[in-house]
C-alpha cells in the first residue's frame, strides 16, 4: 500500500521505501537552497520514520552547471560522511525560479542485506580535472566506459549488466544520439533491453553522456 506523505507532492512511501523531495526558491546562496531542501526532504522521511542515513538514492538538478560545486558540496555536508548514496547532479530547468531541486529514495532501517533494487550511475569524468578521461574521446569510447563503471558498482553489489532492468540515459546534444544508440544497444547485444528514458540535457564538465541504472537483485 502506498502512503502519500505531507506536504502534499512532497513524497511517499510503498513497498519499504520512502520517495522524497523538494526544490527551490529559498533565500540566500545555491548552497543556502541546497541545505534548506536538504532540510525539508529530512522533515519527510522522518513523517515516514526515515532519516537522511536511509537515503540510498538521490537526484540533484541546478539550474546553471556553474551551481555545481557549492551544491554538491552543501549536500554532501548535510548528509554526512557516511551516507553512500548513489547521487546524480544535473543542470537544468528548475520551475518556480528555483535554483536547485532534489529527489531522493530511502529504504527501510533494518531491510535484508540485500535489498530488491541496486541503483547505480556513472559518466566518464575525471573529478580530479572534471573533463572526460582520453578513453572517452569517441561517443562509443564514452558509453563503454560509463558502462565499465556502473558494472563495477553491480559488481559490488553481486549483480552485473545482466540485472539492469532501467536506465535513463542522458544526452548532451541530439547531434549525440545517433552514434550513442548504436554502442548503447551493443552493449545489451546479448539480453533484452531493459526499459528507458533518454533526455537530453546539460551535464558536468565536458563530457557528453552519462547513464543511471536500476537493477534488480
Excluded at 528555483?98 to 535489498?115: F, H, L, Y
Aim: aromatic share 6%; proline share 5%; net charge negative.
Amino acid at each position: 500500500m502506498t502512503q502519500f506523505l505531507t506536504p502534499p507532492d512532497s513524497g511517499a512511501a510503498s513497498s519499504g521505501f520512502v520517495f522524497a523531495s523538494a526544490s527551490g526558491p529559498h533565500p540566500g546562496t545555491t548552497a543556502d537552497e541546497a541545505r534548506a531542501c536538504v532540510e525539508q526532504i529530512a522533515a519527510t522521511l522522518a513523517s515516514a520514520g526515515r532519516g537522511l542515513a536511509n537515503v540510498v538514492k538521490a537526484n540533484i538538478w541546478i539550474a546553471d552547471e556553474a551551481f555545481h560545486d557549492d551544491v554538491a558540496a552543501a549536500y554532501r555536508a548535510a548528509l554526512g560522511p557516511d551516507c553512500r548514496a548513489v547521487l546524480t547532479i544535473l543542470a537544468a530547468g528548475v520551475a518556480g525560479g528555483g535554483r536547485v531541486a532534489i529527489d531522493v529514495v530511502a529504504a527501510q532501517p533494518n531491510a535484508a542485506p540485500v535489498a530488491p533494487f541496486v541503483y547505480a550511475s556513472s559518466l566518464a569524468i575525471d573529478v580530479a580535472t572534471m573533463r572526460r578521461v582520453p578513453e572517452a574521446a569517441t561517443i562509443a569510447g564514452e558509453t563503454a566506459v560509463v558502462f565499465q563503471r556502473i558494472g563495477k558498482q553491480l559488481d559490488a553489489a553481486g549483480l552485473s549488466v545482466k540485472d539492469i532492468v532501467k536506465t535513463t540515459t542522458y544526452v548532451r546534444d541530439e547531434s549525440y544520439l545517433e552514434e550513442f544508440e548504436q554502442a548503447y544497444r551493443e552493449i545489451f547485444a546479448s539480453q533484452d533491453l531493459p526499459a528507458r528514458c533518454t533526455v537530453l540535457l546539460g551535464l558536468a564538465g565536458d563530457c557528453r553522456i552519462q547513464v543511471e541504472v536500476t537493477a534488480a537483485a
